[in-house]
């Protein structure tokens, strides 16, 4: 398929006259680099530039890749019934027909405002390919939990993120009033890809909100879609999927009745043949490519300036699913770049190779070899002449942390807050401080939840007896005292 955004915009290689060149008010471009603009886009420059989220060659190997590229596995269905519990309850998920519709969510922040950059009237500007970030290292963030308010179980709209000192936090959302795109530390989320024309309930792609936000707030990150490859969990018999992948199933389904979403048990449908969870699945992958294809055109046609990154994967190690997404993106999308790589790390669930054998004091080492296979597979597709990524698209961890304590049954050999922070969050902060790590931010899951399934003692605020809200000892505390440094060269 053609490249239709560049087919949009007239195709060639040559920017429009009427346009003019814009940096961003925070970034400062050297008078070398800027004496290039005035370059033909066949000349070639006589500087070179080298991007600081590339890690450095030899040879144009990475120096950071440690381990050779991963095979790809096929999804491994979720079958233990306490991490099912855990990962369909996980707050702000579960019974969600439009994760992202509007609400009042306001949130007090003590970041960089965004008064100046939001006026920028992006449509008349071409932006130079220059790397916007809120933060000189990498950045520490949190998936701050809205509150539903029925049952009151905690105040809302939820604790305000400042005393964390974060570099950047999200809700899983873009559709929040008032807008906490107003600061510079949130990060949008376009949660999945259903659109009212589906029919399936769920308007998570809203064309409009998207051009008006993208355009009033030029150069932020978005991130796109929520464990679009969660694989079907196995509760009370029945086997469905969850997360964004629940939503790309039914719009599927809508087209495509003989593909199951739920079966098995009291569904009333049989299990499925490989054959057919194989080709339901590729289509689900088909889906995401074409929907973040079309949220790219969205948004970038608002506001060139911006990155998406994709997809906030379940797993964090390479799966079927996301070699066909990129397959999909690669042959049908030619012209769509992701701009970064979203995933998600659990200890002790089927998101990472790290499973119920190893001991509290023993899972790092595992986490880490799961993040470095990541890493290579990564460095591999950066690589390759036909890659889907754009040119140093970093790695984030989006959301990281630990699930399981206190559903139906108890998680063998359940670590203690203490543990946790010692065993969990801290190896993977001073992995990040003392070396080339890979990946270019994190944020912990999440700042509360008093659901019965997710950890209470990992929260990072809790409710006092006046209904105000204060950071947990030892997870809040310890995260909020975190200050991200600059990562010393490896020796």
């Known amino acids: 398929m053609n490249d239709h955004r560049n087919n949009r915009r007239g195709g060639g290689s ?31 420059p006589s500087l070179t530039v080298i991007s600081p989220l590339q890690p450095p060659t030899v040879t144009g190997i ?11 596995q096929s999804l491994i269905w979720i079958t233990d019934a306490t991490e099912a519990w855990v990962l369909i309850h996980r707050p702000g998920f579960s019974g969600r027909s439009d994760a992202g519709a509007d609400a009042t969510a306001a949130s007090v922040v003590t970041h960089i405002p965004n008064s100046q950059v939001k006026n920028v009237d992006s449509s008349l ?94 150069g932020r990150v978005w991130l796109v879609f929520n464990e679009p490859d969660h694989p079907a969990t196995l509760n009370s018999g029945v086997y469905s999927y969850g997360q964004c992948a629940e939503w790309l199933c039914k719009i599927v389904r809508q087209q495509n009745p003989q593909y199951p979403c739920a079966w098995g048990g009291n569904s009333g449908t049989p299990t499925p043949n490989p054959t057919v969870q194989a080709t339901l699945q590729a289509k689900m992958a088909e889906l995401a490519a074409d ?23 379940f797993f964090d190690h390479n799966t079927d699913w996301w070699e066909d997404f990129k397959e999909q993106l690669r042959t049908q999308h030619s012209g769509v770049k992701i701009d970064g790589v979203a995933i998600h790390v659990y200890p002790w669930t089927r998101s990472t190779n790290c499973n119920y054998n190893y001991d509290v004091s023993e899972i ?29 698209a970093p790695l984030w961890i989006t959301e990281y942390g630990y699930l399981n304590y206190n559903g139906p049954t108890a998680t063998p050999g359940t670590p203690t807050a203490d543990q946790i922070v ?32 997710t950890p209470e003692g990992t929260n990072l605020f809790y409710v006092t007896s006046s209904g105000t809200y204060a950071l947990t000892t030892p997870a809040g505390t310890t995260w909020a005292g975190v200050v991200p440094a600059t990562a010393t060269s490896a020796p």
């Open 14 to 44: 040559h920017p429009a006259p009427h346009r003019r060149l814009l940096a961003a008010p925070d970034l400062r471009i050297p008078d070398a680099v800027a004496m290039q603009v005035g370059q033909t886009v066949r000349s070639t």
């Open 422 to 453: 010692n065993y969990v969050m801290m190896p993977m902060v001073n992995w990040f401080q003392t070396g080339p790590s890979g990946y270019q931010a994190v944020a912990w899951y999440v700042t509360i939840d008093q659901s019965a399934y």
């Open 62 to 72: 990475p120096i950071a890749t440690r381990r050779p590229t991963q095979t790809p």
């Open 364 to 392: 790092w080492g595992c986490l880490q070899g799961d993040l470095e296979g990541f890493t290579a597979a990564h460095a591999a597709e950066l690589a390759r002449t036909d890659s889907v990524l754009a040119s140093g």
């Open 125 to 218: 500007h071409l932006y130079l390919p220059l790397v916007h970030t809120h933060w000189t290292s990498w950045g520490k963030g949190v998936g701050k939990h809205v509150p539903n308010a029925t049952p009151p179980l905690i105040p809302t709209p939820g604790p305000d993120v400042s005393p964390l000192n974060l570099n950047w936090y999200y809700n899983w959302s873009y559709k929040v009033t008032p807008s906490p795109l107003e600061t510079r530390s949130f990060v949008p989320m376009v949660w999945c890809a259903g659109k009212p024309s589906d029919g399936v309930g769920a308007n998570h792609i809203d064309t409009a909100k998207l051009q008006e936000l993208a355009a009033a707030y030029p």
């Open 291 to 313: 929907r973040f294809a079309e949220v790219s055109d969205i948004i970038k046609t608002a506001d060139p300036s911006a990155r998406l990154f994709c997809c906030g994967n």
